[in-house]
């Protein structure tokens, strides 16, 4: 079975900082995907990525961007965190019949 | 634009029978899945259906109406841990990438 590992379970990070959540899969998958997910809105689709060096835009890309410099790794970057972009994050790839999640990153911004 | 409705919140009994509802109006559809979220967990994987009928996987069921735009999950002999949220989700064909939209999920309760 895939394996999606997400670095950090918990974050804690201040207004204004550089945040990176890392998401690293142990199998060959092409696609690749990141989600928030707060109460009563469900999962948006934030970024994903099909290949190497490739990105695209989700539903709610505004104050991330993304970073695939190798097939088993995709990285979530906030620019500039602010206290709205306080979630719980979840990378997901597609294999099969359907997506296996990581253990999701809850981050909070103070 | 995608839309995906289910309810909010469920309530049911131990042992009982409950049945989630999921309605969809979608641009481009590839398969209907869904999955089950315990609190401060990641999703995990139930059921896909990509063709019309009912797909059974032992005390849970699914089924897809396409020309409805209709699922629902249906859980049976209920237990406590089955309390969960369960998230119905729309694979879309169009795109550089198989994406997945999802409902807000439906909160499921099972009370002794």
């Known amino acids: 079975d895939v394996k999606v590992t997400q670095s950090s379970r918990y974050l804690v990070k201040r207004t204004g900082e550089k945040v990176f959540l890392e998401c690293v899969q142990d199998m060959d998958h092409e696609n690749m995907f990141w989600y928030r997910q707060d109460p009563g809105l469900g999962l948006r689709l934030i970024y994903f990525?099909?290949?190497?060096?490739?990105?695209e835009k989700g539903d709610i890309p505004e104050g991330y961007s993304v970073s695939r410099e190798k097939k088993e790794r995709f990285s979530l970057i906030l620019e500039s965190a602010s206290t709205n972009q306080t979630s719980m994050y979840l990378c997901?790839?597609?294999?099969?019949?359907?997506?296996?999640f990581g253990s999701g990153t809850r981050l909070t911004v103070v | 634009g995608q839309n995906i409705d289910q309810p909010t919140e469920m309530t049911a009994t131990e042992g009982a029978i409950v049945q989630i509802n999921c309605t969809y109006q979608t641009s481009g559809f590839n398969g209907l899945f869904w999955y089950q979220q315990h609190a401060g967990e990641a999703p995990t994987f139930l059921s896909y259906?990509?063709?019309?009928g009912l797909e059974e996987k032992g005390r849970f069921s699914s089924f897809l109406s396409r020309s409805k735009g209709y699922s629902y999950l249906l859980l049976k002999e209920l237990q406590m841990k089955d309390s969960a949220s369960y998230l119905c989700?729309?694979?879309?064909?169009?795109?550089?990438?198989?994406?997945?939209?999802f409902g807000s999920g439906t909160q499921l309760t099972v009370l002794p």
């Open positions: 990525s099909y290949d190497v060096k490739m990105k």
């Open positions: 997901a790839i597609f294999s099969g019949g359907g997506y296996t």
């Open positions: 989700a729309v694979s879309l064909s169009s795109g550089s990438a198989r994406q997945l939209t």
């Open positions: 259906n990509v063709l019309d």
